[in-house]
């Protein structure tokens, strides 16, 4: 585990610097008490167990089953059991049914109907700086349950064995043949000749009875950094998937393989996401099993708080799969300046809702010493359809009043509903105690021939134009459609829409929500005040999406950034394999087109970029046509504080180098004649995987993960003049192409 020492932290109502907190800790002079609101139910206490027992990031801890929470625990004096939640106790029981005995372990669940699994392994934690080799002789064991009259009991022939080599985390998942995989990541070597971390699967046939040979997942360079770690995940019709972090390679990968085909064969990669900063060790998977789509949803954390001293930048992201498209979308859970760690997410199906959680410092504390510092639990929420989370560390469920420790926080890979409810669980390893948070998330269904009573929340209902609100169906008695009135001749039919007010007033949003047996309304009133003028410099950026095509195609669709309001300024930039030609969507401007990288009908490429201001009635999607089928990687940046009359505040100059031996490109200055421009500018190459590195001082805002490479960043200038030149740099050396220019700040 890294600790990221980025922000410092003050406490609500103290007056003590920085300097005279850390000396107080050293010397052990207490300072001023602040008094944390509990949330959250503490558990029972714990001793002998050698890491926290609610880690690893990625594993799950939890199952929903026979209308109860359960969980794999450890057991002062015992080992590893399976309890039983008391909801009217508020208590963990015991059911005396004991798994794995040895104090080195920690273990991924799964409940899959009929069975429990659980693959416990010895673990080693391992860190870039400090190597450590798996231990060999340590047995992963794979332990599978049935289930009857309230009781848990061993299979005969189990436990089997799924690998001899300890790691620092596994997980577990099961595809549609009933084949059980796992996936962990295994370091060799010694200081001497190096250290060696490698992505290692097994899958064992008949449920878990009969595993193979543990084989080196077998796609092109699959060895991160030693501390590095991998998960896996059943989903769509028929598919598995792994993914892992590579600091190396600044990537998330993401490998998929069909059931019908042989384990160690035909595994398909890509980049998940990809960009100086983004990958780190801290990711968690789930897959919404009931989905005709077979989305994938992923939290994954960044390292860009030990590059950047920029707040602003994500620090969790949501990475959705789709694999009709085949293409990873992204959102911002929260940022660096929110201080959050070890991600995890839950599917609510009923309220359509993603659920993410993650350990972040007590509400009395704002900043922190780094990254990863325990603290409190939190939870976020956004649609699943439209995954825009609030601002901030969320809402708090689990803290102590006089315990700041409250770490690595553990879900259930089954999806929740309002029959299920939600529990969470976490640890407090200097208390050595349990946390959990177990709440309602509705009613029960109702019996038939009731109709929906309807009802909603709003977030935010007022606040200066452009207004983005989310809003989130409470209804009761289970409808199975929803009528949304904005009030602004917006509509919209999904469970848990957001949309945006353009423009100053009152308006009265209504649901109406219906089922078989009828409907009922609600409204709420959102006042809209008119924005103040922005400052100047006020230049922010909203977010960024990115897409792409490894196989040939005639249009390239761009989804709109996630929180993208009417006024903002949207910049794309497209690389195009071959030399094809762009017809831009209705609105867009374009800045560099066709700038040719080699580019003819059989090789080369051709890079393009665009700017637009958002209208009130703009799409979700943007579709560029090709005027002759190719691969394509692209993506857009939306800017907030921008002119809209004059968007660009200097000349678009370019850059080019063909000879397929550039391992940097430097653009030229510019000259930008009002203070606080945004400087932009990206990258094109002629490739489908290198890793672009920005210009010393800009931020990379995305980077396209396959078809033909595309990057975008940016850099505030304060102040009117040359900017200077700026060189972008390559990890292998290729031709390509870039651009740079300046977003003029409104006012």
Known sequence: ???????????????????????????????PAVADT????????????????????????????????????????????????????????DTGVVNDTRASTLADTMWDGSHLYIASHVVTITGDGTPKPSLSNSPAKLYRYSYAGGKYTLDSGFPTTITNNSSESMTIDKDTTGRVWATWTQVGGNSTSGYTNTVYMNAATNSGASWGTPFVLPVSNPNPAPDDISAVVAFGNGQVGVMWSDHKANTVWWATHKDSDAANASWKLQPALRGNGQSDDHLNLKTLQADTTGRVFAAVKTSLNDISSDKTLPQEILLVFKP????????????????????????????????????????SVSGCAYSGVAGSIYEKTASMDNPVFGSGRGTPIMQAASSSNINDVTTSKQSVNNSTGLVVMASDNVAKRYWFSDRPLGTTPPPAGQAPVASFTAN?????????????????????????????????????????????????????????????????????????PPATGGITVVNSSTANSGTAVTTASLPVPAGTAAGDVLVASITTDLNPNLTAPAGWTTMVNAKSINSTSTSGARAFAYYKVVGAGDPGTYNWTLST???????????????????????????????????????????????????????????????????????????????????????????????????????????????RTALKPAG
């Open 1 to 31: 585990m890294k600790l990221r020492r980025r922000h410092f932290f003050s406490r609500t109502g103290q007056a003590l610097t920085v300097g005279l907190v850390l000396a107080a800790s050293i010397l052990g002079v207490p300072g």
């Open 38 to 93: 509990v949330y959250g139910t503490q558990g029972m206490a714990y001793s002998g167990v050698s890491n926290p027992p609610t880690s690893d990031k990625p594993q799950s801890k939890l199952w929903w089953n026979d209308g109860s929470w359960w969980a794999d625990m450890w057991k002062s004096g015992t080992g590893w059991s399976i309890y039983r939640l008391d909801r009217a106790s508020k208590t963990w029981v």
């Open 324 to 363: 009709g498209t085949g293409a990873f979308t992204q959102s911002t859970i929260a940022k660096t300046g929110d201080c959050v760690s070890r991600p995890q997410i839950i599917l609510d199906t009923q309220n359509n809702l993603v659920r993410a959680f993650h350990t972040a410092p007590p509400t």
């Open 460 to 532: 935010p209902t007022s606040g200066a134009a452009p207004l983005n609100v989310t809003f989130t169906d409470t209804s009761t008695n289970t409808p199975t459609s929803w009528a949304w009135d904005f009030g602004d001749g917006g509509t919209s039919t999904a469970q848990n829409p957001a949309h945006s007010y353009a423009a100053a007033g009152t308006y009265t949003a209504k649901l109406t929500a219906t089922n078989s047996a009828g409907s009922s309304s609600a409204s709420t009133t959102i006042s809209v005040g008119t924005a103040p």
């Open 629 to 739: 089928a190719a691969k394509w990687g692209g993506g857009i940046t939306a800017y907030r504080g921008v002119n809209n009359t004059t968007p660009l505040d200097s000349s678009v100059v370019t850059a080019a180098d063909t000879s397929y031996s550039a391992t940097s490109i430097t653009v030229a200055s510019i000259t930008t004649a009002t203070n606080g421009a945004m400087l932009i500018g990206g990258v094109a190459c002629d490739c489908s995987a290198p890793v672009v590195t920005p210009p010393s001082g800009w931020t990379e805002r995305w980077e396209a993960a396959a078809g033909q490479i595309a990057e975008q960043a940016d850099k505030p200038q304060p102040t009117a003049g040359a900017s200077g030149t700026a060189t972008w740099t390559l990890s292998a050396a290729r031709a390509v192409a870039a651009w």
